[in-house]
């Protein structure tokens, strides 16, 4: 988010010790740590009720929704063309068999 490296993080540190003094840091790192965490909960109690006016809810279960239509989609036409596969080597098999059996019909007649 800042960039900011361990080096600068110690130099930081140690001019917040040089200039607060060993007796206030503790107590001025407890604040600005309350501090953080009530700004942190504010956003997220803000964040939450944005999501909620906007309908992020409905939003994001519209999107699953379309998502699954579109794969149901895409398996009928895999099935469709599946069972079209099927058909025509149904009649190619049918086909040379139908011929046979009526090759022995007609010898049995004659």
């Known amino acids: 988010m800042f960039d900011i490296g361990l080096s600068e993080l110690l130099v930081i540190?140690?001019?917040?010790?040089?200039?607060?003094?060993?007796?206030?840091?503790?107590?001025?790192?407890?604040?600005?740590s309350?501090?953080?965490?009530?700004?942190?909960?504010?956003?997220?109690?803000?964040r939450r009720e944005l999501e909620a006016e906007v309908g992020m809810?409905?939003?994001?279960?519209?999107?699953?929704?379309?998502?699954?239509?579109?794969?149901?989609e895409d398996t009928q036409v895999d099935l469709e063309a599946s069972l079209e596969q099927v058909g025509s080597a149904d009649k190619s098999v049918s086909a040379p068999l139908a011929g046979s059996e009526t090759a022995s019909e007609n010898s049995k007649n004659a």
């Not at 540190?13 to 600005?32: K, N, Q, S």
């Not at 309350?34 to 803000?46: D, E, I, T, V």
């Open 57 to 72: 809810d409905e939003v994001r279960e519209q999107l699953h929704n379309e998502k699954v239509l579109r794969d149901l």
């Open 13 to 32: 540190a140690l001019i917040t010790l040089v200039v607060m003094g060993p007796e206030r840091l503790p107590e001025t790192v407890r604040t600005i």
């Open 34 to 46: 309350l501090w953080l965490g009530r700004l942190k909960q504010a956003f997220n109690r803000a």
